[in-house]
């Protein structure tokens, strides 16, 4: 379950902070509020290639996505695969820099934008 998503320095978001309860969560709002940047974000965070950009004035922009799987959730497996620890939850967490590099976390281990793709698979389909 997508817990948290934080979000700075993305497009026009200085500095977000969602926390998402069990069951449904639904973001309303009007055209242009940033429902879609925030989607974008997401994306980012999960290892997507996104439309997310550093926003102007800023030298870098994070995206980070707090997940809370059961623990038979394949994504465990796959963190065991890689030799990374795991606690209650998965941090999730991409870094980019204005000039368009970015870096990649899990649980604030740099791995590749590769692994960070195929963890965020498992745990988010939207």
């Known amino acids: 379950m997508l817990a948290a998503l934080n979000i700075r320095d993305i497009v026009l978001i ?7 309860a069990p069951g449904l969560n639904v973001l309303t709002g009007e055209t242009g509020a940033g429902k879609s940047i925030l989607l974008d974000s997401l994306g980012l965070a999960v290892g997507n290639r996104g439309r997310a950009s550093v926003r102007a004035g800023a030298s870098q922009g ?35 820099a204005a000039d368009g590099k970015s870096r990649a976390f899990i649980n604030d281990e740099a791995v590749g934008v590769g692994l960070l793709k195929d963890l965020g698979s498992l745990l988010l389909e939207v």
């Open 14 to 20: 200085e500095q977000a902070a969602l926390e998402f």
């Open 62 to 96: 994070a995206a980070t996505a707090v997940f809370e799987p059961q623990k038979a959730h394949a994504a465990w497996a796959m963190l065991r695969d890689q030799a990374m620890e795991g606690g209650e939850e998965i941090v999730l967490r991409r870094t980019l």
